[in-house]
């Protein structure tokens, strides 16, 4: 054969042919004590050691994820050896109604522990990656520190409470800009009604994301959180947080997490993003490339892969196991 020939499939003698991509398959189960939990789990060949990744509805929105990025994000996943799972909580997209009278929160959260209960017996997987947008970063915050078996947690867009200088930087973009000055001359703001109603006018209505979202910034809702995430950090579980310009009416600066729940000692475990140019859904592909580019760089950092296949970390003690051990205080990057 001479130099310049080649072999059937078009590669030169001599040379090494490209390793294949790694077949994704997806294959649907049933979850949960009654098995009405629909959910799609999607792998690439064996364990590998490292966590499988559990991804959270957002609202109402079922397992696919806005624009499809859940889909997306568990192939890409799967191709680097995770094990990914995304279902639909009882109500949402495919998995029927609950019976009982659990509360929706307290519901999702025994869903969500039967759901990592089948991933460890049925995958093999002992630690676990949880992700989550809007309701589903919440929901995930909170479980994250019920249950040793989750090392970490993609929380985009969660619920924080306004801060002081949350409404400083809020005051300040409308000074700037023209518009809330040309409504207040001609008494299109709602500041005239508000101010009416001081009078015994009709205050204003509630905007939609007003009335949908709970108030944080009271007392109980403020130390609720701080519980919640403190107990997530003393379980061990790493955090990784993206906050998005999209959401603007809730959070716009990078660190209003730690100045929002000030109680909270988050340690070298959190790692804060803000995205200023991104919607709160993700709408165009470069937005997602770079949201999918930043948790696999996380996750190759703060939760490896497993010198056992399969296996879990030591100081994980099987399903029921709870963590108490709280580690040295470090400084937040």
């Not at 499939?9 to 649907?28: D, H, L, S, Y």
């Not at 700037?176 to 040309?182: E, T, V, Y």
């Not at 130390?223 to 716009?252: I, K, P, S």
């Not at 099987?318 to 990057?333: D, H, L, M, Q």
Request: glycine share 10%; proline share 6%.
């Amino acid at each position: 054969m001479s130099a310049g020939a080649r072999t059937e499939g078009g590669i030169r003698a001599g040379t090494t042919a490209p390793a294949a991509a790694p077949q994704v398959t997806e294959k649907a189960v049933l979850l949960g004590e009654q098995r009405r939990l629909v959910g799609i789990v999607t792998r690439a060949g064996p364990a590998t050691g490292l966590p499988a990744v559990v991804i959270l509805n957002t609202g109402i929105i079922h397992r696919v994820g806005h624009h499809r990025m859940y889909v997306t994000l568990a192939r890409r996943l799967a191709r680097q050896g995770y094990a990914v799972l995304r279902f639909d909580f009882s109500g949402i997209g495919d998995s029927p109604p609950r019976t009982d009278d659990l509360a929706p929160l307290e519901a999702n959260l025994a869903s969500l522990g039967q759901v990592i209960d089948w991933v460890e017996e049925t995958l093999g997987a002992r630690r676990m990656v949880l992700i989550g947008l809007c309701s589903g970063a919440d929901q995930a915050a909170i479980y994250a520190g019920q249950d040793p078996r989750v090392r970490g947690t993609m929380l985009i867009d969660p619920s924080i409470p306004r801060t002081t200088r949350y409404y400083l930087i809020s005051a300040w973009r409308r000074v700037r800009q023209a518009k809330p000055w040309r409504n207040l001359v001609t008494g299109r703001t709602r500041f005239w009604r508000r101010l009416g109603a001081l009078f015994g006018g009709t205050p204003p209505p509630l905007r939609q994301y007003e009335a949908a979202r709970p108030d944080l910034e009271t007392p109980e809702a403020v130390a609720f959180l701080e519980g919640a995430y403190q107990r997530t950090v003393d379980n061990g579980a790493e955090l990784l947080a993206v906050f998005t310009g999209g959401h603007h009416q809730w959070h716009n600066y990078r660190r209003q997490i730690l100045e929002a729940l000030p109680k909270v000692r988050f340690g070298r475990q959190l790692e804060l993003h803000y995205y200023a140019d991104c919607d709160h859904t993700f709408t165009y592909e470069a937005q997602r490339a770079r949201l999918f580019a930043l948790l696999e760089a996380w996750m190759a950092r703060k939760v490896p892969a497993d010198n056992a296949a399969g296996d879990s970390a030591g100081d994980v003690a099987g399903s029921t196991a709870r963590s108490t051990a709280r580690g040295p205080e470090k400084p937040v990057n």
